[in-house]
Protein backbone atom coordinates (compact mmCIF):
# COMPACT_ATOMS: atom_id res chain seq x y z
CA UNK A 1 0.00 0.00 0.00
CA UNK A 2 0.96 3.60 -1.23
CA UNK A 3 2.19 5.43 2.05
CA UNK A 4 2.42 9.34 1.99
CA UNK A 5 3.30 11.19 5.46
CA UNK A 6 2.22 15.09 5.07
CA UNK A 7 2.52 15.32 9.23
CA UNK A 8 5.80 17.08 8.82
CA UNK A 9 5.32 19.40 11.65
CA UNK A 10 4.97 15.69 14.23
CA UNK A 11 8.15 14.95 13.16
CA UNK A 12 10.46 14.86 10.02
CA UNK A 13 12.00 11.73 9.09
CA UNK A 14 16.10 11.80 9.24
CA UNK A 15 17.51 12.12 5.86
CA UNK A 16 20.02 9.36 4.91
CA UNK A 17 22.87 11.84 5.06
CA UNK A 18 21.98 13.00 8.45
CA UNK A 19 22.10 9.20 9.64
CA UNK A 20 25.08 8.35 8.03
CA UNK A 21 26.56 11.66 9.79
CA UNK A 22 25.61 9.93 13.09
CA UNK A 23 26.30 6.43 12.17
CA UNK A 24 30.08 6.24 13.58
CA UNK A 25 29.10 7.77 16.92
CA UNK A 26 27.35 4.23 17.33
CA UNK A 27 30.15 2.54 16.73
CA UNK A 28 33.99 3.33 16.67
CA UNK A 29 33.30 7.16 18.40
CA UNK A 30 32.13 6.16 21.32
CA UNK A 31 33.82 8.09 23.57
CA UNK A 32 32.60 10.42 26.32
CA UNK A 33 32.97 13.97 24.93
CA UNK A 34 34.34 15.36 28.66
CA UNK A 35 37.31 12.45 28.63
CA UNK A 36 40.78 13.69 28.02
CA UNK A 37 41.72 10.83 26.23
CA UNK A 38 41.40 10.19 22.15
CA UNK A 39 38.24 9.00 22.29
CA UNK A 40 36.82 11.68 23.93
CA UNK A 41 39.04 14.67 21.83
CA UNK A 42 37.25 12.49 18.82
CA UNK A 43 33.53 12.90 20.05
CA UNK A 44 34.25 16.60 21.81
CA UNK A 45 35.34 17.62 18.40
CA UNK A 46 32.33 16.02 16.53
CA UNK A 47 30.45 17.92 19.52
CA UNK A 48 31.99 21.43 18.44
CA UNK A 49 31.59 20.92 14.94
CA UNK A 50 27.97 20.49 15.21
CA UNK A 51 27.31 23.24 17.57
CA UNK A 52 29.20 25.99 14.88
CA UNK A 53 26.69 24.28 12.38
CA UNK A 54 24.00 25.64 14.23
CA UNK A 55 25.58 28.33 15.17
CA UNK A 56 25.60 29.15 11.46
CA UNK A 57 21.77 28.03 10.94
CA UNK A 58 20.99 30.51 14.19
CA UNK A 59 23.50 33.23 13.17
CA UNK A 60 25.20 33.77 16.67
CA UNK A 61 28.35 32.45 17.83
CA UNK A 62 28.95 28.90 18.78
CA UNK A 63 29.29 29.66 22.51
CA UNK A 64 25.74 31.05 22.51
CA UNK A 65 24.71 27.69 21.77
CA UNK A 66 23.15 25.37 24.71
CA UNK A 67 22.50 21.52 23.49
CA UNK A 68 19.30 20.10 25.01
CA UNK A 69 17.25 17.32 24.55
CA UNK A 70 14.66 18.97 22.47
CA UNK A 71 12.34 21.76 22.10
CA UNK A 72 10.68 21.32 25.34
CA UNK A 73 13.63 21.15 27.27
CA UNK A 74 14.78 24.53 25.31
CA UNK A 75 11.62 26.02 26.56
CA UNK A 76 11.82 24.94 29.92
CA UNK A 77 15.40 26.21 30.63
CA UNK A 78 14.47 29.98 28.90
CA UNK A 79 11.70 29.91 30.87
CA UNK A 80 12.51 28.92 34.27
CA UNK A 81 15.50 29.30 34.10
CA UNK A 82 15.29 33.26 34.12
CA UNK A 83 11.98 33.41 35.71
CA UNK A 84 11.75 34.33 39.85
CA UNK A 85 8.31 34.33 42.02
CA UNK A 86 8.23 38.45 42.16
CA UNK A 87 8.56 38.53 37.94
CA UNK A 88 5.19 38.84 35.56
CA UNK A 89 5.93 37.10 31.95
CA UNK A 90 4.27 37.80 28.88
CA UNK A 91 3.06 34.72 26.67
CA UNK A 92 0.78 34.47 24.07
CA UNK A 93 -2.68 31.97 23.85
CA UNK A 94 -1.27 29.87 21.07
CA UNK A 95 1.72 28.28 22.15
CA UNK A 96 3.06 24.91 21.71
CA UNK A 97 2.80 23.37 25.28
CA UNK A 98 5.84 23.72 26.63
CA UNK A 99 5.33 27.10 26.82
CA UNK A 100 1.77 26.82 27.69
CA UNK A 101 2.11 24.60 30.27
CA UNK A 102 5.50 26.33 31.77
CA UNK A 103 3.86 29.50 32.09
CA UNK A 104 0.64 27.72 34.25
CA UNK A 105 3.62 25.86 36.30
CA UNK A 106 4.85 29.31 36.70
CA UNK A 107 1.35 30.76 37.88
CA UNK A 108 0.90 28.20 40.72
CA UNK A 109 4.39 29.19 41.83
CA UNK A 110 2.64 32.57 42.04
CA UNK A 111 4.40 34.35 39.33
CA UNK A 112 1.99 36.56 37.21
CA UNK A 113 1.30 35.35 33.43
CA UNK A 114 -0.27 37.71 31.24
CA UNK A 115 -1.47 35.11 27.82
CA UNK A 116 -1.99 37.63 24.84
CA UNK A 117 -4.72 37.30 22.42
CA UNK A 118 -4.27 36.67 18.67
CA UNK A 119 -6.31 37.60 15.49
CA UNK A 120 -8.48 36.07 13.19
CA UNK A 121 -5.24 35.42 11.79
CA UNK A 122 -3.67 33.74 14.01
CA UNK A 123 -1.13 37.31 14.79
CA UNK A 124 -0.25 38.83 18.35
CA UNK A 125 -0.17 42.91 18.06
CA UNK A 126 3.01 44.07 19.05
CA UNK A 127 1.44 46.70 20.44
CA UNK A 128 -0.28 44.41 22.69
CA UNK A 129 3.15 43.04 24.00
CA UNK A 130 3.67 46.33 24.65
CA UNK A 131 0.43 47.44 26.58
CA UNK A 132 1.03 44.57 28.92
CA UNK A 133 4.20 45.44 30.12
CA UNK A 134 4.84 46.21 33.44
CA UNK A 135 7.93 47.22 35.91
CA UNK A 136 8.16 44.07 36.83
CA UNK A 137 8.11 42.21 33.57
CA UNK A 138 11.37 39.77 33.28
CA UNK A 139 10.16 37.97 29.79
CA UNK A 140 8.22 38.24 27.02
CA UNK A 141 8.22 34.62 24.98
CA UNK A 142 6.13 34.54 21.99
CA UNK A 143 6.72 31.75 19.29
CA UNK A 144 8.22 32.39 16.03
CA UNK A 145 6.08 30.13 13.85
CA UNK A 146 3.42 28.93 15.10
CA UNK A 147 3.01 24.47 15.21
CA UNK A 148 -0.60 24.36 13.88
CA UNK A 149 -1.04 27.13 11.65
CA UNK A 150 2.90 28.04 10.43
CA UNK A 151 1.98 31.55 11.28
CA UNK A 152 4.81 33.60 11.55
CA UNK A 153 4.76 36.19 14.64
CA UNK A 154 6.24 39.53 14.03
CA UNK A 155 9.24 38.41 16.35
CA UNK A 156 11.32 41.45 14.99
CA UNK A 157 9.05 44.07 16.17
CA UNK A 158 8.36 42.03 19.91
CA UNK A 159 12.06 41.67 19.89
CA UNK A 160 12.34 45.71 19.50
CA UNK A 161 9.80 46.28 21.81
CA UNK A 162 11.84 44.05 24.88
CA UNK A 163 15.18 45.90 24.20
CA UNK A 164 13.56 49.22 24.76
CA UNK A 165 11.72 48.01 27.70
CA UNK A 166 15.00 46.07 28.70
CA UNK A 167 13.02 42.70 29.16
CA UNK A 168 14.40 39.35 27.85
CA UNK A 169 12.66 38.33 24.42
CA UNK A 170 12.27 34.69 23.93
CA UNK A 171 11.06 32.87 20.81
CA UNK A 172 10.14 29.37 20.14
CA UNK A 173 11.82 28.63 16.72
CA UNK A 174 11.17 24.91 17.21
CA UNK A 175 8.40 25.14 13.79
CA UNK A 176 10.54 27.77 12.11
CA UNK A 177 13.92 26.68 12.10
CA UNK A 178 15.09 25.52 8.47
CA UNK A 179 11.89 26.54 7.06
CA UNK A 180 12.46 30.40 7.33
CA UNK A 181 15.85 32.07 7.74
CA UNK A 182 16.58 33.14 11.55
CA UNK A 183 19.08 35.31 12.43
CA UNK A 184 19.00 35.69 16.25
CA UNK A 185 20.74 39.07 16.04
CA UNK A 186 17.63 40.92 13.77
CA UNK A 187 15.48 39.54 15.54
CA UNK A 188 16.34 40.55 18.91
CA UNK A 189 16.33 38.24 21.20
CA UNK A 190 18.05 36.83 23.82
CA UNK A 191 16.74 33.07 23.63
CA UNK A 192 15.67 30.87 21.11
CA UNK A 193 14.68 27.36 20.73
CA UNK A 194 15.20 24.80 18.08
CA UNK A 195 14.70 20.89 17.96
CA UNK A 196 16.45 18.58 15.48
CA UNK A 197 13.06 15.95 14.83
CA UNK A 198 11.57 18.83 13.70
CA UNK A 199 14.19 19.70 10.57
CA UNK A 200 15.30 15.87 9.92
CA UNK A 201 17.46 15.46 12.29
CA UNK A 202 16.55 13.31 15.09
CA UNK A 203 14.50 12.67 17.38
CA UNK A 204 15.38 13.79 21.54
CA UNK A 205 17.82 16.39 20.28
CA UNK A 206 17.66 20.52 20.42
CA UNK A 207 19.09 23.48 21.03
CA UNK A 208 18.55 26.97 23.19
CA UNK A 209 20.16 30.24 21.73
CA UNK A 210 21.22 32.08 25.15
CA UNK A 211 22.24 35.51 23.89
CA UNK A 212 25.92 36.35 25.23
CA UNK A 213 25.98 37.95 29.06
CA UNK A 214 22.51 35.72 29.96
CA UNK A 215 22.74 34.16 32.75
CA UNK A 216 20.36 31.23 33.28
CA UNK A 217 19.39 28.96 36.41
CA UNK A 218 19.95 25.50 35.10
CA UNK A 219 17.35 23.02 35.54
CA UNK A 220 19.66 19.83 36.62
CA UNK A 221 22.55 20.13 38.49
CA UNK A 222 25.40 17.67 37.68
CA UNK A 223 28.81 17.94 35.54
CA UNK A 224 29.53 21.30 33.87
CA UNK A 225 28.58 20.10 30.48
CA UNK A 226 27.82 23.18 28.40
CA UNK A 227 29.65 25.64 30.58
CA UNK A 228 27.44 24.79 33.46
CA UNK A 229 24.27 25.54 31.77
CA UNK A 230 22.47 22.06 30.95
CA UNK A 231 24.57 19.00 32.69
CA UNK A 232 25.00 15.60 31.72
CA UNK A 233 26.86 13.36 29.57
CA UNK A 234 26.60 14.65 25.43
CA UNK A 235 24.54 12.72 23.35
CA UNK A 236 26.82 12.88 20.81
CA UNK A 237 25.04 10.85 17.77
CA UNK A 238 22.35 13.12 18.40
CA UNK A 239 23.81 16.22 18.94
CA UNK A 240 26.07 15.47 15.46
CA UNK A 241 22.59 14.63 13.66
CA UNK A 242 21.40 18.17 14.57
CA UNK A 243 24.87 18.93 13.32
CA UNK A 244 24.18 17.76 9.93
CA UNK A 245 20.54 18.73 10.10
CA UNK A 246 21.55 21.95 10.51
CA UNK A 247 24.10 22.47 7.71
CA UNK A 248 21.67 20.98 5.23
CA UNK A 249 18.73 23.25 6.51
CA UNK A 250 21.38 26.03 5.29
CA UNK A 251 22.22 24.36 1.81
CA UNK A 252 18.68 24.35 1.45
CA UNK A 253 18.14 28.21 1.79
CA UNK A 254 21.04 28.50 -0.70
CA UNK A 255 19.41 26.52 -2.86
CA UNK A 256 15.84 28.28 -2.74
CA UNK A 257 14.30 24.71 -1.60
CA UNK A 258 11.95 26.47 0.63
CA UNK A 259 10.75 28.01 -2.51
CA UNK A 260 9.62 25.14 -4.08
CA UNK A 261 7.96 23.91 -0.90
CA UNK A 262 5.90 26.66 -0.96
CA UNK A 263 5.08 25.77 -4.31
CA UNK A 264 4.26 22.33 -3.39
CA UNK A 265 1.83 23.78 -0.54
CA UNK A 266 0.01 26.03 -2.12
CA UNK A 267 -0.95 23.51 -4.62
CA UNK A 268 -2.21 21.21 -2.24
CA UNK A 269 -4.39 24.25 -0.66
CA UNK A 270 -5.62 25.67 -3.65
CA UNK A 271 -6.87 21.99 -5.39
CA UNK A 272 -8.34 20.92 -1.57
CA UNK A 273 -10.30 24.93 -1.78
CA UNK A 274 -11.42 24.53 -5.53
CA UNK A 275 -12.21 20.68 -5.20
CA UNK A 276 -14.15 20.87 -1.31
CA UNK A 277 -17.05 23.26 -0.37
CA UNK A 278 -17.07 24.78 2.91
CA UNK A 279 -13.36 25.06 3.41
CA UNK A 280 -11.02 27.50 3.76
CA UNK A 281 -7.04 27.87 5.45
CA UNK A 282 -7.02 29.01 8.88
CA UNK A 283 -3.89 31.77 9.27
CA UNK A 284 -5.04 32.85 5.84
CA UNK A 285 -3.51 36.37 4.54
CA UNK A 286 -0.78 36.48 6.92
CA UNK A 287 2.76 35.35 6.50
CA UNK A 288 3.50 31.30 6.94
CA UNK A 289 6.38 29.26 6.43
CA UNK A 290 6.72 27.74 3.56
CA UNK A 291 5.21 24.04 4.11
CA UNK A 292 2.06 23.89 6.32
CA UNK A 293 -1.32 24.44 5.97
CA UNK A 294 -4.25 24.26 7.91
CA UNK A 295 -7.52 23.92 6.45
CA UNK A 296 -11.38 23.61 7.70
CA UNK A 297 -13.40 21.65 6.01
CA UNK A 298 -17.20 21.97 7.59
CA UNK A 299 -19.25 19.40 8.56
CA UNK A 300 -16.56 16.86 8.84
CA UNK A 301 -14.87 15.70 12.57
CA UNK A 302 -11.12 15.79 11.81
CA UNK A 303 -10.26 12.85 13.82
CA UNK A 304 -12.75 10.60 11.61
CA UNK A 305 -10.90 12.03 8.97
CA UNK A 306 -7.36 11.63 9.88
CA UNK A 307 -8.63 7.88 10.53
CA UNK A 308 -10.16 7.98 6.83
CA UNK A 309 -7.21 9.86 5.45
CA UNK A 310 -4.92 6.79 7.24
CA UNK A 311 -6.61 3.85 6.10
CA UNK A 312 -6.02 5.69 2.32
CA UNK A 313 -2.41 5.92 3.15
CA UNK A 314 -1.95 9.70 4.15
CA UNK A 315 -0.94 10.56 7.27
CA UNK A 316 -2.30 13.87 8.40
CA UNK A 317 -3.22 15.62 11.63
CA UNK A 318 -5.45 17.71 13.56
CA UNK A 319 -4.24 20.12 16.54
CA UNK A 320 -7.16 18.55 18.63
CA UNK A 321 -5.74 17.13 21.92
CA UNK A 322 -7.92 14.93 23.92
CA UNK A 323 -7.77 15.65 27.55
CA UNK A 324 -9.95 13.02 29.71
CA UNK A 325 -11.80 11.08 26.72
CA UNK A 326 -13.10 14.05 24.78
CA UNK A 327 -11.96 15.45 22.16
CA UNK A 328 -11.29 19.37 22.60
CA UNK A 329 -10.99 21.55 20.05
CA UNK A 330 -7.37 22.89 19.34
CA UNK A 331 -6.73 26.38 21.63
CA UNK A 332 -4.97 27.42 19.15
CA UNK A 333 -7.64 27.50 16.36
CA UNK A 334 -10.21 28.93 19.48
CA UNK A 335 -7.61 31.55 19.96
CA UNK A 336 -8.40 32.55 16.52
CA UNK A 337 -11.85 32.86 16.93
CA UNK A 338 -12.82 29.89 15.04
CA UNK A 339 -16.11 28.25 16.74
CA UNK A 340 -15.51 24.67 18.03
CA UNK A 341 -17.23 22.96 15.71
CA UNK A 342 -15.00 24.55 12.42
CA UNK A 343 -11.71 23.88 14.74
CA UNK A 344 -12.85 20.45 14.92
CA UNK A 345 -13.18 20.24 11.40
CA UNK A 346 -9.62 21.25 10.66
CA UNK A 347 -6.54 19.50 9.15
CA UNK A 348 -3.18 20.08 9.11
CA UNK A 349 -1.26 19.19 6.21
CA UNK A 350 2.48 19.69 6.82
CA UNK A 351 5.16 18.90 3.95
CA UNK A 352 8.78 18.06 4.46
CA UNK A 353 12.15 17.78 2.12
CA UNK A 354 11.14 14.44 1.16
CA UNK A 355 7.98 15.00 -0.37
CA UNK A 356 7.49 15.07 -4.34
CA UNK A 357 4.62 16.57 -6.22
CA UNK A 358 3.30 12.79 -6.59
CA UNK A 359 2.47 12.69 -2.98
CA UNK A 360 0.83 16.17 -3.08
CA UNK A 361 -1.15 14.71 -5.98
CA UNK A 362 -1.67 11.60 -3.88
CA UNK A 363 -3.47 13.99 -1.28
CA UNK A 364 -5.21 15.78 -4.03
CA UNK A 365 -6.78 12.61 -4.99
CA UNK A 366 -8.07 11.15 -1.82
CA UNK A 367 -8.96 14.68 0.51
CA UNK A 368 -12.01 15.90 -1.27
CA UNK A 369 -13.53 12.16 -1.85
CA UNK A 370 -13.06 11.13 1.93
CA UNK A 371 -14.51 15.00 2.79
CA UNK A 372 -17.63 13.94 0.44
CA UNK A 373 -17.62 10.67 2.15
CA UNK A 374 -17.62 11.87 5.73
CA UNK A 375 -20.27 14.98 4.69
CA UNK A 376 -22.74 12.06 3.37
CA UNK A 377 -22.21 10.58 7.02
CA UNK A 378 -23.09 14.18 8.82
CA UNK A 379 -26.40 14.73 9.91
CA UNK A 380 -25.52 18.37 9.90
CA UNK A 381 -24.75 18.58 5.91
CA UNK A 382 -26.75 19.75 3.20
CA UNK A 383 -25.59 19.31 -0.43
CA UNK A 384 -23.90 22.77 -1.72
CA UNK A 385 -26.65 24.15 -3.35
CA UNK A 386 -28.71 24.23 -0.27
CA UNK A 387 -25.76 25.60 1.57
CA UNK A 388 -25.78 28.90 -0.42
CA UNK A 389 -29.79 29.35 -0.18
N1 LIG B 1 7.57 24.00 20.37
C1 LIG B 1 6.87 23.80 19.25
C2 LIG B 1 6.31 24.98 18.51
C3 LIG B 1 6.66 22.51 18.76
O1 LIG B 1 5.95 22.31 17.66
C4 LIG B 1 7.19 21.42 19.50
C5 LIG B 1 6.93 20.03 19.08
O2 LIG B 1 5.86 19.72 18.60
C6 LIG B 1 7.94 21.68 20.66
C7 LIG B 1 8.11 22.99 21.05
C8 LIG B 1 8.52 20.58 21.47
O3 LIG B 1 9.69 20.10 20.84
P1 LIG B 1 10.26 18.64 21.20
O4 LIG B 1 9.34 17.66 20.53
O5 LIG B 1 11.63 18.63 20.58
O6 LIG B 1 10.31 18.53 22.66
Known amino acids: MRRVYLDNNATTPVLPDVFEA ?36 LGCRPAEVVLTSGGTEADNLAIFGLVDPDDHVITSTIEHHAVLNSCKHLEERGVEVTYLPVNGRGLVDPDDV ?33 AE ?45 VRKGTTLEPLFYGGSHERSRRAGTENV ?29 DRLENAILENVEAAGVNGEGAPRVPNTSNIYLDYIEGE ?6 DLKGLAVSTGAACSSGAIEPSHVLTAMGLRPDRARASIRFSLGKQNTAEDVDFAIELVPASVARLRELSPLYRKPSVLQS
Not at 28 to 53: K, L, M, P, Y
Not at 172 to 180: F, G, L, P
Open 304 to 309: AMVIAL
Open 130 to 162: RRALRSNTKLVTIMMANNETGVLQPVEEIGKIC
Open 22 to 57: MRPYFGDHFGNASSIHHQGHETRAAVERARDSVATL
Open 237 to 265: AGIVGLGKAAELAVKAFESKEDREMALLR
Open 165 to 209: ADVYFHTDAVQAASKVPIRVKEIGCDLLSISGHKFHGPQGIGALY
